[in-house]
């Protein structure tokens, strides 16, 4: 059993930043990759980003140069730094950790999810 612990989510305005955290501790031998997926309001839940524990990384297109996703494998953390935010990023952000293998990422471990909203 892998655990995440989300932090960093919360209110800004449009134009602005926010960094979200996710340490993952507990059976993580296994796990190969860590990502972000969002759901919004009254959507489906989307992939935001993934990054291998080589690094290597993947974007949803329509987030690509607004959003980095970065890892500290050393303290087995993923960050999510979001600039540019928009009302429409509005949704609850949730981590996870799995297993990567090119070109599909099999999220088997999920966070409580962390509520990021953006106001006009």
């Known amino acids: 059993q892998v655990q995440l612990v989300e932090s960093g989510g919360g209110s800004v305005q449009a134009g602005g930043s926010l960094r979200l955290s996710c340490a993952a501790s507990g059976s993580i031998l296994g796990i190969n990759a860590m990502g972000w997926y969002r759901q919004a309001p009254g959507k489906q839940r989307e992939l935001v980003a993934r990054?291998?524990?080589?690094?290597?990384?993947n974007y949803a297109d329509s987030l690509k140069g607004r959003f980095t996703i970065s890892r500290d494998n050393a303290k087995n953390t993923v960050y999510l730094q979001m600039n540019s935010l928009k009302p429409e990023d509005t949704a609850v952000y949730y981590c996870?950790?799995?297993?990567?293998?090119?070109?599909?990422?099999?999220?088997?471990?999920w966070g409580q999810g962390t509520q990021v909203t953006v106001s006009s």
């Open positions: 990054i291998t524990s080589g690094g290597s990384t």
């Open positions: 996870t950790a799995g297993y990567y293998r090119g070109p599909y990422y099999y999220p088997d471990n």
